[in-house]
């Protein structure tokens, strides 16, 4: 769904409301009529796997207003979710089990899933579930003393080079784990990266 806000301090309505998407337009549908206090107007599609880009436009009478999105979004068919280490602290020998479940819009397996800790790969290994719905892959090792951070690199017959995919964003580099004698433990499934704290387009006019 691609929306934005539109406010309008003369209270005039807009004569053009859009959004452009991959150079084509599409009418953008407004959720209320209040132009003074601001009004949400969407567009909701499906994409096809590739990177995006998009712009509004607006047009309140006086002149055409182009907003390009800051957000590009990508499609692609492959979806990690419920990413995380178990548990997020502990000693120089205690095992940590890393795992993540993926999910292929075409049901592919992966040819390959890769944990990444510091530049270095290890093999993570399917347990259980759909390629389709679900599928929980992990690894357990034993790490020296020190901070880490993780990410999740998994590819399919679409995927070249291999990309890595988290939910909701991708790429994502999760914290974790705290390892030595007084570690101490983190929020599971803890983002490093990336940051998604921007506020919703505001859009103006006069």
Do not use: C, M
């Not at 409301?17 to 009004?39: N, Y």
């Not at 068919?77 to 940590?96: E, K, N, R, Y």
């Not at 020296?144 to 991708?170: E, I, L, M, R």
């Amino acid at each position: 769904t691609f929306s934005a806000i539109y406010t309008s301090p003369a209270n005039l309505a807009p004569t053009l409301a859009e959004v452009d998407i991959d150079g084509t337009a599409h009418a953008l549908a407004p959720q209320g009529s209040s132009w003074k206090t601001g009004v949400t107007f969407s567009y909701t599609t499906t994409l096809a796997q590739a990177l995006h880009f998009s712009q509004f436009r607006f047009n309140d009478g006086s002149g055409v207003y182009t907003f390009a999105e800051s957000e590009k979004p990508t499609v692609n068919a492959i979806l990690l979710s419920q990413s995380g280490v178990s548990p997020t602290s502990g000693a120089s020998g205690t095992p940590f089990t890393f795992h993540t479940t993926y999910s292929n819009a075409s049901g592919n397996a992966p040819t390959s899933a890769l944990l990444y800790i510091k530049n270095q790969s290890y093999p993570l290994t399917y347990v259980s579930g759909s390629y389709s719905s679900g599928a929980l892959f992990q690894t357990t090792i034993s790490l020296p003393t020190g901070s880490y951070s993780f990410s999740f690199v998994f590819s399919d017959t679409s995927q070249v080079p291999a990309n890595s995919w988290a939910d909701p964003f991708a790429p994502s580099t999760y914290a974790g784990p705290n390892v030595g004698a007084n570690a101490k433990p983190l929020t599971p499934g803890t983002l490093i990266s990336p940051s998604h704290d921007e506020d919703p387009d505001q859009l103006n006019t006069n």
